[in-house]
């Protein structure tokens, strides 16, 4: 399953748990192609990631609720954190 896909389409708690399953079976499956593969990494860029959310949201103008972030922010904060150097 898509994991982009997924997360666009997140608005509840059971679809980010799908969303969830689906980003192990990803990690399982395309390991290559993930920036951070340790825990290490992947738990530095999400860090770094976390912080710079909400920069990223205003460039692409999608609203932002940084009091009460929906289950598709912690969403995109993950797949971020796949990635980012």
Known sequence: MDIDFLAEKIE???DFDLFLKSLKE???V???EWGNVTLAD???ALGVYSKEIEGYYKNMNIPFN???PSWKV???ILLGARIYE
Do not use: G, H, S, V
Request: net charge negative; charged share 50%; aromatic share 16%.
């Open 42 to 44: 992947f738990l530095e």
């Open 66 to 68: 940084k009091k009460n």
């Open 12 to 14: 509840n708690k059971e």
């Open 30 to 32: 395309n390991k290559a």
């Open 26 to 28: 990803d990690y399982d």
């Open 74 to 76: 912690f969403a995109d």
